[in-house]
């Protein structure tokens, strides 16, 4: 075997491929040296024959062959467990713990000549339960989840469903109360009134937990802990004592407090580290409020609210004891050493379970429980917005968004060390968007690793992300499957395809799904491998079609009819331009103004692809019946600027809403007629990115009559689309 055959075979092995068809259907072949590093990175020696060595060898080591979980399907009635026995025996004990509780046990004699297979207790109901298994004195346990192959689907969104749902970016809410980003309050605002127009439901970003003591890393999608929610979104002002409480009172008497709460308010873009600066000292004065009325001097709980708040910390077990235990060590070393990343901070505090940090936690302990009272407080309000939401129509509820990753810097990655792969982020290989490919930064989960670690991982990231929802928007989905991974030092497309358990986790989607009666959407945009939006169909997750990207091969746009049903259809997304937007042409200014454009050829390449569209569009609105043909010169004139008005938004968002899909989302700029997006990808700091405001309030947009007017026409095309 050559060298390079030696490398491919390894590498196929722990699941990493060595070609792969990109966005443009050519195959691509990958380097020996980014194999050899992304080997590395799975902690794997570079020589490929010590390393085949080695995972034999961790295979070996397992007792009976067992992994931590066994995926189980549901389905089947007696389903088989194959074993591998110790040498010269004959029979195993078996004994089976069900979640509810209940046990059954046996025994089974192997029979000579023949491979070991265990057959499983009968009609295993769904759910995580314990099998432990015992010969020749070795004893071993491992989980068998049994799985169904479908994920939760409401009526909703069943067969022939044509529902519809607003979605909005939280943060930029505006409103006469909040103190210069949207809140929880807010949130239950909005829900309210889409509940009240009869939208089954309501988008949101990731609430993912950001770095509390560096309040200027803002970006949803590159969060510390996808298990935690952002505090920056409890509204301070609704979290019990804050009427009442004198310290609070003098904080916000101050000329300091009123200075910076009057810049956060008042600032054109979300200025997060005022919003911050008033909340943290606010916050602070409420907890010591709380601990003084609800805990005794010994930290137990004297009322039903300390009880509550105790329950919540029991609950949230290791998880939410390591997050906060990091979030008081990442303030004390940004603060008092400059230290952003935990990977700079002495060794004994990189390790979570180290004596150093046990030791500090206890000296820190109000911190850290200060931390916990935070993450309490979130949990409470955003559950009271998905209530007032429900309480007045919004049938489905909160369409929440789960990130593919985490931040290598924060708390989920110091938490699991042994989860993360170093020496490589995830991303995206060249494509039509970026031809250089795309390097996300964010920490790539090792597959072999979460096998081992029964997908628990996993599973709390579903469990946190469906709470309080209805919907679970998963970003990435492809991941499920596949993730492209870039050794660190290399450049974007220089990275390669790492396999993932993909049946194993989509069948702990559904699990959850069906636990939680939380619908799935999955993001597919982007390279998709083939037959994958099949296998998600069968899966019962939602597609996510959106609308300037569903084309036939000529570039026309996809008419309404030729949607998939089982599909959420939105306008646009966070990453791409508004409806006006893209009228107007504002991201391609934007990339213009910003020298995003390889060359002046790729600049004018999108500007007259881009006049290409405006006619295809037009020419789709004609042929639906929500345009004239003789107006068409009112929004286009050759030699003239094109010209955007309400309504040829409501044209746009009708074509939409005549489309087969069963859920159609309609985001809350293109209501309000708004020109910027949230996010202009291969930008940081260059492009306002997750920093923009709404230009009108959440009181306005409430008690004024454009959100009724667009959820009518909106509720008419859907009703013709269902051929009511």
Not at 19 to 42: K, M, N, P, Q
Not at 515 to 542: I, K, Y
Not at 672 to 696: F, I, K, Y
């Amino acid at each position: 075997m050559s060298n390079r055959a030696a490398i491919v075979h390894l590498a196929r092995l722990i699941g990493v491929e060595a070609h792969y068809t990109d966005a443009f259907g050519e195959t691509r072949e990958v380097s020996d040296e980014t194999l050899l590093a992304l080997i590395g990175a799975f902690d794997l020696p570079s020589d490929p024959v010590r390393a085949r060595r080695e995972l034999e060898e961790q295979q070996l080591a397992t007792p009976f062959g067992l992994c931590a979980a066994h995926l189980i399907h549901a389905e089947e009635k007696r389903p088989d467990l194959a074993l591998r026995l110790p040498a010269g025996c004959r029979e195993i004990q078996w004994k089976c713990r069900l979640e509810n509780g209940e046990e059954s046990s046996g025994g089974v004699v192997r029979r000579k000549g023949e491979p070991f297979a265990m057959r499983l207790p009968p009609d295993l109901p769904l759910g995580y339960h314990e099998l432990e298994l015992d010969a020749a004195g070795v004893t071993a346990r491992t989980n068998l989840i049994a799985a169904p192959d479908r994920c939760y689907l409401p009526a909703e969104l069943g067969p022939g469903a044509r529902s519809w749902g607003l979605s909005c970016q939280l943060y930029g809410l505006r409103s006469e109360r909040n103190w210069g980003m949207g809140d929880f309050t807010d949130l239950a605002a909005l829900a309210r009134a889409v509940g009240s127009c009869r939208a089954a439901a309501l988008g949101i970003n990731p609430l993912h937990a950001l770095f509390a003591a560096e309040p200027l890393h803002v970006s949803p999608y590159s969060p510390s802990s996808r298990t935690q929610l952002d505090y920056l979104y409890i509204d301070v002002t609704a979290v019990p004592g804050f009427a009442e409480d004198e310290i609070v009172r003098a904080l916000m008497r101050g000329e300091w407090f009123k200075a910076t709460h009057w810049a956060a308010r008042s600032a054109e873009l979300i200025d997060y580290g005022a919003v911050a600066a008033c909340k943290r000292p606010v916050l602070e004065a409420l907890f010591r409020r709380f601990q003084s009325r609800e805990l005794s001097a010994d930290g137990t709980a004297k009322t039903a609210v300390g009880q509550a708040f105790r329950v919540f910390q029991r609950i949230g077990g290791q998880s939410l004891a390591d997050f906060a235990v990091f979030e008081s060590l990442h303030e004390y070393y940004l603060h008092e050493k400059r230290q952003f990343s935990w990977q700079n901070w002495p060794a004994p505090m990189r390790n979570p379970r180290s004596a150093e940090v046990a030791a500090f936690a206890v000296e820190h302990r109000d911190r850290v429980e200060f931390f916990q009272f935070l993450q309490w407080e979130a949990d409470r309000q955003l559950a009271a917005a998905a209530a007032a939401g429900r309480e007045t129509g919004t049938s489905i509820g909160l369409y929440r968004d789960l990130a593919v990753g985490a931040d290598p810097n924060g708390a989920e990655a110091w938490a699991d060390q042994e989860l993360v792969a170093p020496g490589a982020s995830i991303g995206a290989p060249p494509d039509a968007l970026s031809r250089g490919g795309q390097n996300w930064g964010l920490a790539p989960v090792n597959p072999l690793v979460l096998r081992r670690q029964g997908f628990a991982p996993f599973i709390a990231s579903l469990r946190a992300n469906m709470r309080h929802a209805g919907i679970l928007r998963i970003d990435h989905v492809m991941s499920l499957s596949r993730l492209y991974w870039i050794p660190t030092g290399m450049e974007a497309r220089a990275g390669a395809y790492v396999n993932y358990p993909f049946e194993d986790l989509l069948r702990l989607v559904a699990l959850e799904s069906q636990r939680h009666a939380c619908a799935v959407v999955g993001e597919d945009l982007g390279t998709v491998p083939e037959g994958f939006r099949d296998t998600m169909r069968s899966a019962n997750v939602l597609s996510y079609r959106i609308f300037v990207f569903e084309r036939r091969q000529d570039g026309e746009f996809l008419p309404p009819t030729e949607y998939p049903a089982l599909a959420a259809a939105s306008a646009a997304t966070h990453d791409i331009a508004t409806l006006k937007g893209f009228w107007l042409g504002g991201d391609i200014a934007w990339r213009r103004r910003l020298g995003l454009y390889p060359d002046v050829h790729a600049q004018e390449a999108e500007a007259a692809e881009r006049r290409r569209d405006r006619y295809f569009l037009l020419e789709a609105l004609v042929r639906e019946g929500l345009l004239t043909e003789a107006r068409i010169g009112e929004f286009l004139t050759e030699g003239r600027e094109p010209v955007y008005s309400t309504e040829l938004g409501d044209a746009i968002l009708a074509y939409l809403a005549r489309s087969r899909a069963r859920l159609m989302l309609v985001q809350l700029e293109d209501v309000l007629a708004e020109v910027e997006q949230a996010n202009l990808p291969g930008t940081t700091d260059a492009h306002p990115n997750w920093c923009r405001q709404l230009s009108r309030g959440v009181e306005e947009i409430v008690e004024g009559g454009e959100l009724h007017r667009v959820a009518g026409l909106i509720r008419r095309a859907r009703l013709r689309s269902a051929g009511g």
